[in-house]
């Protein structure tokens, strides 16, 4: 099982930035893909990005391609996300996951996940 803690999130203006990360612990953290979903009020989980092990390969939602910008350091055991041009629709609670099938967006296929952290972007 890996352990993993989100942080960064926070009230921002729209068009503003901010920057998510997420510590795992409890594995080898470079041996599986790391992904983002989020979830708002009343609304289902979805998926956000996606990264693999060796963060040579990435996946975005159409919805936050060419804004957000998923990455890794495998060193630190820390995968980020950062995320620019914020928009109010953009609001939720973010949530880390690893071990998971990369390519997939689905939430059934990451076998572990953070306790999540609150993105509210203000119009």
């Known amino acids: 099982q890996v352990q993993l803690v989100e942080s960064g999130g926070g009230l921002v203006q729209a068009g503003g930035s901010l920057r998510l990360s997420c510590a795992a612990s409890g594995r080898t953290f470079s041996s599986y893909a790391m992904g983002w979903f989020r979830q708002a009020p009343g609304k289902e989980r979805e998926f956000v990005a996606s990264?693999?092990?060796?963060?040579?390969?990435?996946y975005y939602a159409d919805s936050v391609k060419g804004r957000f910008t998923i990455s890794r350091d495998n060193a630190k055991n820390t995968v980020y996300l950062q995320m620019n041009s914020l928009k109010p629709e953009d609001t939720a609670v973010y949530y880390c996951?690893?071990?998971?099938?990369?390519?997939?967006?689905?939430?059934?296929?990451?076998?572990?996940w953070g306790q999540g952290t609150q993105v509210t972007v203000s119009s």
């Open positions: 996951a690893a071990d998971g099938v990369l390519g997939s967006y689905y939430s059934t296929d990451f076998g572990s």
């Open positions: 990264i693999s092990w060796s963060g040579g390969s990435t």
